[in-house]
């Protein structure tokens, strides 16, 4: 990308991150607020800023470069994530909702009543944040380098500074806010060039040149062709041949056809060999081969009849 | 005097008298204050009660997600069936069992709630 968009980009971000940040400063007021937001946090904004927490730098870049390189099993982290949110609403939230408690570590004193538990469960916390930001501050300086060449701890400083500032200057309230103004930018960003990949994939016609390699004969195998039809090869290809080729007559010989196009006679046998590429009938009798509705040309292709 | 005392209120502070157990005022709200053992156990049930929603829906899960691997291993070709159930048709059963789970723990409450009103 071009890094005359990059920086003024990163900039904007982190200047709205630090306003939002600040109208949360306004609001803040008791210590209360500080620590956990006088325990007044709405469903829907506590809902955006936990999702804010989805959309990190994890699924928002890792999984996709995942998929990029792995393939399509790389999809059981996000469904991971999200049954593992099924399964904390189950055993965690809702139990910790009735209980009345806020926190996880009110919640364990709550319910086990002991300050060691409570402390414990404190420590638990922090732990698996901690897990959690090496990720995200990784994260940042990678996209940061990548985006504009800045060194690699520039990213990793840049969050963290602007985000213990927000913390350290508002509390729980300000840091709210601010998840669920990322998590709104964070889906637009996502959804936005997702919608535009699908429009310029649409309009180039791609499906069906951009992902399928040609397709090939995974085994020895016969073809008895049906109608009279023109193949059209753009390799040379190599094929034992029973009935007539080009207006000539052939019992098992084996062929070396030329690119170009060639005339097979209905009722003609055509032997391929394993790893042969499939060919394709010319445009002209194409339209008796191919369906018409170019969403299904992925599946179905002219379909051989084996002998 | 006698119009003060129709209309001013007067707060009575002191320890509760056992008195209302005995004129047969047992209605489970006061067991439930009062930690006995009948209001342990009717709170007990509930807690049974939503435990039981939650292993449900923790065991649909299991059932949802769990063979899942196991058809796509028994199936190699299936990319595109991979791709339309991870990256798309799961979440609406994910989000369908949650909304489940939330709208039965509602009812157990109100449930609950009746119960412990209506004696």
Sequence with gaps: ?307 | MPQDHTERRVVVTGPPRQIRRASGYYRPRTEIDEQTTLGHTYVRSLMRTQLRAALTVFAVLGLLVGPLPLLFAAMPDAGRLEWAVLGFGLYAPLVLLARWYVRRAERNERDFVRLVEDR
Aim: aromatic share 8%.
């Design chain 1, 1 to 307: 990308m071009n890094s005359s968009y990059a920086i003024p980009a990163v900039a904007l971000v982190v200047v709205a991150t630090v306003l939002v940040g600040a109208f949360g400063l306004r609001i803040s007021r008791t210590t209360s607020d500080f620590y956990v937001a006088s325990r007044t946090v709405g469903p829907r904004l506590n809902a955006a800023a936990i999702s804010g927490e989805y959309l990190s730098a994890a699924s928002f870049l890792g999984i996709a470069g995942l998929v990029l390189v792995q393939g399509p099993d790389m999809l059981w982290y996000p469904v991971g994530y999200t049954a593992g949110y099924l399964v904390l609403l189950l055993f965690v939230a809702a139990p910790l909702r009735r209980s009345g408690a806020y926190t996880l570590p009110d919640f364990a004193e709550a319910r086990l009543d002991s300050q060691a538990v409570r402390r414990l469960a404190g420590a638990f916390v922090v732990g698996v944040g901690w897990l959690y930001l090496l990720p995200q501050l990784q994260g940042a300086g990678l996209t940061l380098t990548v985006l504009t060449g800045a060194p690699d701890w520039l990213g990793g400083v840049i969050v963290a500074v602007v985000v213990t500032a927000t913390v350290a200057a508002g509390g729980m309230r300000s840091i709210t806010f601010v998840q669920a103004f990322q998590y709104w930018l964070k889906l637009t960003a996502l959804l936005v060039p997702a919608l535009f990949l699908v429009l310029a994939w649409q309009s180039d016609g791609a499906p069906r040149h951009a992902f399928d390699e040609p397709a090939s004969f995974r085994e020895q195998r016969v073809v008895r062709v049906g109608d009279t039809i023109d193949l059209r090869l753009d390799r040379p290809l190599t094929v034992t041949v029973t009935g007539t080729v080009d207006g000539r007559t052939h019992t098992g010989t084996r062929l070396e056809l030329p690119a170009g196009t060639h005339h097979v006679e209905r009722g003609t046998r055509l032997t391929f060999a394993a790893g042969t590429a499939v060919p394709r009938p010319s445009a002209a009798s194409a339209a008796t081969c191919r369906p018409r509705r170019p969403r299904a040309a992925r599946n179905a292709r002219c379909t051989p009849r084996t002998a």
